[in-house]
Structures are given as C-alpha cells and as structure tokens.
C-alpha cells in the first residue's frame, strides 16, 4: 500500500514541495528568502503592482521595525507643503467689499493666486 501526500520533503531533506497551502503563523519567521518576482507592468502582473511614478513624485516611505510600510499621513504640514508635497496657493484675505466691483477684484485675486500655485490651469490665450 501507498500513500501520496501534497506536501513533503524529498529522500536528503535538499527540496521541499508545497501543494497544499503554507500558512506561517504570527510571530513566526523566515530566513533566507529572495523573491524572483518581476515587477508588475501595464499588460503583465507581477510581484508589485502601482501606477508608474510621474515627475514630481516625491512621497517618502519607509518600513516601521513591525515590518510594515508606511507613508506620510495627510493633509500634509506646512513643511510638507513647502517641500512640494501639498500644493498650496497664497493666502487671499477675506473680502471686505461693499460694491460689486470691488468683489470682483477680490475674487479675481483669489483666482490669480489657485493658478500660481497650479491648482487651476492659466488662461487661454
């Protein structure tokens, strides 16, 4: 009489085969592992899967000793925001117009200022 099993480790203890699943419990460890995985592109999955960086991309990650990874939380702080990370447009002060045409000066200052700091695309020309 025979018996096959899914999973087993070969005459020498050099292979292991899994066919069934492999479940590392919390707390455990393993040592020695390298990924042959390729990286994942537009028509093929792969080991990671994210949009291609564009210019300006800048956002800083880093692995926390519990070996997850982290990104910074946002909105961003000021220092973030002046590093390129957040943009943000001039301070416009609140409107203190009593006629109509002087609103229409506040509000375009506020608009001049959002297309400075390319949050609206500029005029046509």
Known sequence: ????TK???EQGGEKTVIGG?????EGASVTGL???AAPASETALGGVKAAPAG???TVEVKIGENGKLYAPAYPATATESAAGLVKMAANQ????AE???ALVTDFNALLAKLKA???????EE
């Open 1 to 4: 009489m025979s018996y096959n």
């Open 7 to 9: 999973n087993y480790t």
């Open 21 to 25: 699943t492999l479940e590392i419990k």
């Open 34 to 36: 390298t990924s042959t």
């Open 55 to 57: 210019e300006g991309d």
């Open 93 to 96: 002060a609140d409107s203190t």
């Open 99 to 101: 006629d109509t045409a």
């Open 117 to 123: 700091a390319g949050l609206m695309t500029a005029d």
